[in-house]
């Protein structure tokens, strides 16, 4: 694995735990926007430990490239459902936030592959 390589997953995989850990402790500029665009909080806590699931699975990639690509293309996926969620719910401004943390997942997946 590159030096780039690894510097990308290393921020993938600390903004993925970041905003998986951001929903499981309820923090407010998390779970405000997910009550608005209409997540069901039932499904907070298992978003939660998808996204640290993927950061789990690109550390772990360090050492098992096939688990840290699996996870960055898991990565890239949840947050193309985000993207979804968000148009969905035409509030077009916040797009780029699920765009911001897709872009190291996506990055990773390219520098890993």
Known sequence: MSVTAAVVTA???????????????????????????GVPR????????????GAAGLVAGFW?????TLAAIGLVLYFAGAVITVVRAKAYGHVA?????????????????
Do not use: D, Q, T
């Open 11 to 37: 921020v993938a995989a600390f903004m993925a735990g970041f905003s998986g850990a951001s929903v499981l402790v309820r923090a407010k500029f998390v779970v405000e926007p997910l009550a608005a665009y």
């Open 97 to 113: 936030f699920p765009l911001v943390y897709m872009a190291p997942a996506a990055a990773a997946l390219a520098l890993l592959r």
């Open 64 to 68: 098992l490239p096939v688990v840290g």
């Open 42 to 53: 039932s499904w907070w806590n298992g978003l939660g430990a998808l996204k640290l699931a």
